[in-house]
């Protein structure tokens, strides 16, 4: 199950506790890493990320984020860009991409990559320019926490986005996790909105952060909230294990 560094539920990590993706990238990169990050969620068991992953090249990003890289057109802004990766891809393609996130410390990452244009802030709080594209990748939708909170990050995306802009967003349908009954359906927790709500916690070393949610959102989830709020929808790819990439542009008047 994918996170990634930046804002969840528009919070800043250092206010939920230490900045864990922001502390084990600097290390990375400055060539301190023993150790990765230790995730506990409401559906699994405990979970590592290989904080090398944080920094792959393009060759070794998967198949979905290959091609939104490929559909990035115009100014760019990569939002929870993490360690930079795909902002690096983007700027030495010559591309104008800007790497947002909440996390000092992958901020800090990104200018010891070299990346040219960097905020740190989270994304409810940025309206200085609008872009040609939103990029939100390593399931991106999980930014805004809980299904209620779409029609908030929609309409900001949309306030920051260019006429005939797009948002490349990616998530997974994580009805797999959870066991079958005997009528063909699932067995859900009644304790949760929707099933796509996770709750995390993470650890890096001797530093943890608080709780905070997490959203994985299905295509048929996310395309409705997209109507609802102005959004065309559009399927682009699936990927292998019950992920999809989709692009959203605001629907005609």
């Keep these: ?132 594209t939103l990029l939100l990748l390593m399931n991106g939708i999980g930014i805004v926490g809980k299904l209620v909170n779409l029609g908030l990050y929609f309409t900001h995306l949309k306030s920051i986005l260019k006429p005939k802009g797009q948002v490349l967003i990616d998530s997974s349908d994580i009805i797999y996790m959870f066991d079958p009954d005997e009528d063909g359906g699932y067995w859900i927790p009644d304790d949760k909105e929707y099933y796509g709500e996770v709750d995390f916690t993470m650890c890096y070393k001797d530093h943890k952060s608080e709780s905070f949610s997490w959203l994985y959102a299905d295509y048929n989830t996310l395309q409705r909230a997209a109507i609802l709020n102005g959004f065309q929808c559009e399927l682009i790819t699936n990927g292998n294990h019950y992920d999809y990439l989709a692009r959203l542009t605001v629907a005609a008047q």
């Design 1 to 132: 199950m994918l996170l990634k560094s930046g804002t969840f539920a528009g919070k800043n990590t250092n206010k939920m506790g230490s900045d864990i993706f922001g502390l084990a990238m600097l290390d990375y990169q400055n060539n301190n890493y023993k150790e990765d990050i230790t995730t506990f969620s409401s559906v699994a068991d405990n979970d590592t990320i290989p904080v090398p992953y944080l920094f792959r090249e393009y060759q070794a990003m998967p198949t979905i984020e290959q091609k939104a890289l490929q559909l990035c057109k115009g100014k760019v802004l990569d939002i929870g860009c993490g360690a930079g990766s795909h902002s690096l891809y983007l700027q030495n393609r010559g591309m104008d991409v800007t790497a947002l996130d909440s996390s000092e410390g992958a901020i800090q990452t990104c200018a010891l990559r070299g990346i040219k244009k960097r905020v740190h802030s989270d994304i409810l709080d940025y309206n200085s320019e609008q872009f040609d």
